[in-house]
């Protein structure tokens, strides 16, 4: 306390300023690590439930798994459907195609190995980056009635059960 006392205004100013600008640095870095802009902050494992209640094969649903890297892209999603045109399973790519700062966006999901087919998504994501809604709901691509969530599956990295 005494040697408060001894300091001069301007060397106590210095001291004041040199702590909020610490203080302000360390928060700005926390903030920056904890939300990744854009896509790459969905990176990692997904699992999302489908149903369609119309599609070129009627009402089906469908689980498709795919893992995002920090594009927001998979070329390697397993979709897999059961409906009347029976049990399939295909490899297809699923995409982040765009990201809004408010976690509203558009992603896409192709069909039948990815030729001649695919949905446009339009999702929210939660504040948490862990679950998304999807529809299909353009009027450019008629005769689609999809909808579902996508939930981020546990990885190694996860380092609690939040």
């Not at 301007?10 to 203080?23: D, N, Q, R, Y």
């Not at 399939?88 to 966006?105: H, P, Q, V």
């Not at 529809?135 to 990885?155: H, L, M, W, Y």
């Amino acid at each position: 306390m005494k040697y408060l006392h001894q300091l001069r205004p301007p060397h106590l100013g210095f001291l004041v300023v040199l702590s909020l600008v610490a203080i302000a640095f360390g928060i700005g870095v926390q903030t920056l690590q904890a939300a990744p802009p854009g896509v790459a902050r969905l990176a990692g494992p997904w699992q999302a439930a489908l149903v369609w209640s119309g599609s070129g094969c009627g009402p089906m649903a469908g689980v498709v798994n795919f893992t995002l890297d920090k594009n927001g892209a998979d070329n390697k999603a397993t979709l897999r459907t059961h409906g009347a045109c029976g049990d399939n399973k295909t490899t297809e790519t699923f995409r982040i195609d765009s990201l809004n700062a408010d976690g509203s966006g558009m992603a896409s999901l192709t069909c039948n190995n990815g030729v001649g087919c695919g949905w446009v998504l339009t999702i929210q994501v939660d504040r948490k980056n862990t679950i998304f809604n999807m529809a299909d709901i353009e009027r450019t691509n008629p005769g689609n009635f999809v909808a579902g969530t996508a939930i981020k599956q546990r990885s190694s990295d996860d380092k609690d059960n939040e």
